[in-house]
């Protein structure tokens, strides 16, 4: 049911703003430095922009304790909010690639957003022993 409300919060948010792409900058996570592919400080998880630019992969390389890790991606554009969430268990392939896009699909054709302003992903994982860990990464995009 939550995936559900997630997928249709996610179409909804790319449906009401839609503009040309452009390009973003590398992403910084909270408190690291920049790099092409970061990994978050406790958390098994690897962060790289698509090569072209208009999307984030992620996807967990050791999911070994961990419960489940929720994810929220979000940016602003023209003055609207866009984004998505979801979440990953041990048991819906944690090591595959997931792809958050900077616009929306529909039908096997993408509309891109422009204007990205304060885009952040944040990771909060639900360890096995109770311990709970965050990582946020901050998207540094061209106005």
Known sequence: MRLLSAIFFVTASFLIAIS???AAKKFVAK???ASAGSRGGGLPVSVKYRPDKRALNFSFGNFSGISS???VFQYDTNGIT???AGSITSSNSPG????LLFGTCST???TYHGGLKNA???FTANYSNGRRATKTYK???YF
């Open 69 to 71: 890790v929720s994810y």
């Open 139 to 141: 998207i540094k995009t």
């Open 31 to 33: 408190g690291t430095t």
């Open 96 to 99: 595959q690639s997931r792809e």
């Open 82 to 84: 866009q984004g998505a």
């Open 108 to 110: 096997s054709v993408c």
């Open 120 to 122: 952040k992903l944040t």
């Open 20 to 22: 040309p792409v452009e």
